[in-house]
């Protein structure tokens, strides 16, 4: 029988590494009464690297809150190993804040996932710099803000964009979102914002890569998934798939074929964000699946 989500905890760990972390994690759980389910760790070296782990465990059983059984466990295991460290609960539900200009396809797609309830997630609302999605968001009853990006004036709309999301969303997914954010912006949702970019970075970044690639004669075409950082198109990237094409296909056939990538590739990237299945370490994501 598979763990229930509304019993999983799950805690994600990096530190230097060295003896004795494993232990010290999981008899720290035993001693509170949780059973791990599941344990995956990585180190960069044999020794003197940074170590990644991800546990999952179940906690019906816990004696103790969710405050005090993080508390003791910084102050008696994190404390000790010099850790980064995040405890979250399956159970909880990420808000969600989707931003989208005009192509729908990856918009639709997470709409569509989310209201079959198939993430832990909750769409809060989506905006656009664009009315034209409007009427097709509100099939799915979400409020749909238009907050233009006017030339000049992208500070009084990022302004506005973090206004309507304040204490209100954990993670926000551009969806095909045609503008560049500031670093302010960033800033604000530091490795919190997931990007899809119709290429298979770091090969034609920037605009119009479907046209850049057949100027090119490529053989492959893909989409990136990958956190926004204040340098366009250089967060770490997340997860990445390809489709090959050849020289009958038209820039528009790629396009076609491309949405079909950008889908599937964004939609794994936001499942193993919410289901904390990342590390980003030096502009890599370290990723559990």
């Given at each position: 029988?598979?763990?229930?989500?509304?019993?999983?905890?799950?805690l994600l760990i990096s530190c230097p590494d060295r003896p004795g972390i494993i232990a010290a994690v999981t008899g720290f759980l035993y001693r509170h009464g949780a059973n791990c389910t599941a344990l995956d760790q990585y180190a960069t070296?044999?020794?003197?690297?940074?170590?990644?782990?991800?546990?999952?465990?179940?906690?019906?059983?816990?004696?103790?809150?969710?405050?005090?059984?993080?508390?003791?466990?910084?102050?008696?295991?994190?404390?000790?190993?010099?850790?980064?460290?995040?405890?979250?609960?399956?159970?909880?539900?990420?808000?969600?804040?989707?931003?989208?200009?005009?192509?729908?396809?990856?918009?639709?797609?997470?709409?569509?996932?989310?209201?079959?309830?198939?993430?832990?997630?909750?769409?809060?609302?989506?905006?656009?710099?664009?009315?034209?999605?409007?009427?097709?968001?509100?099939?799915?009853?979400?409020?749909?803000?238009?907050?233009?990006?006017?030339?000049?004036?992208?500070?009084?709309?990022?302004?506005?964009?973090?206004?309507?999301?304040?204490?209100?969303?954990?993670?926000?997914?551009?969806?095909?979102?045609?503008?560049?954010?500031?670093?302010?912006?960033?800033?604000?949702?530091?490795?919190?914002?997931?990007?899809?970019?119709?290429?298979?970075?770091?090969?034609?970044?920037?605009?119009?890569?479907?046209?850049?690639?057949?100027?090119?004669?490529?053989?492959?075409?893909?989409?990136?998934?990958?956190?926004?950082?204040?340098?366009?198109?250089?967060?770490?990237?997340?997860?990445?798939?390809?489709?090959?094409?050849?020289?009958?296909?038209?820039?528009?056939?790629?396009?076609?074929?491309?949405?079909?990538?950008?889908?599937?590739?964004l939609a794994r990237a936001v499942r193993w964000h919410l289901e904390d299945r990342l590390i980003v370490h030096e502009n890599k994501t370290v990723v559990f699946v």
């Open positions: 029988m598979a763990p229930s989500p509304e019993t999983t905890a799950r070296d044999n020794q003197g690297g940074t170590l990644f782990m991800r546990v999952e465990f179940q906690a019906q059983r816990l004696d103790a809150s969710r405050s005090v059984l993080e508390r003791t466990f910084a102050e008696e295991v994190a404390a000790q190993f010099d850790m980064k460290w995040r405890l979250s609960y399956a159970s909880d539900v990420s808000r969600m804040a989707i931003l989208v200009s005009k192509h729908d396809h990856v918009l639709m797609d997470l709409l569509w996932r989310m209201d079959r309830e198939d993430w832990r997630a909750k769409p809060i609302m989506v905006i656009s710099n664009h009315p034209d999605l409007k009427r097709e968001v509100a099939r799915f009853d979400i409020p749909y803000h238009h907050v233009p990006m006017a030339k000049g004036e992208k500070h009084k709309g990022e302004a506005r964009m973090l206004a309507l999301m304040e204490n209100k969303v954990d993670v926000i997914v551009l969806a095909r979102y045609m503008q560049i954010l500031s670093a302010s912006f960033v800033d604000r949702y530091v490795n919190r914002i997931i990007n899809i970019h119709h290429s298979f970075l770091p090969a034609f970044a920037g605009a119009d890569p479907y046209r850049q690639a057949s100027d090119r004669g490529v053989k492959l075409i893909g989409a990136t998934a990958h956190y926004v950082t204040a340098e366009l198109d250089r967060g770490a990237i997340i997860d990445q798939d390809v489709v090959r094409v050849n020289h009958r296909q038209s820039p528009e056939d790629l396009k076609r074929l491309g949405r079909d990538v950008e889908r599937s590739v």
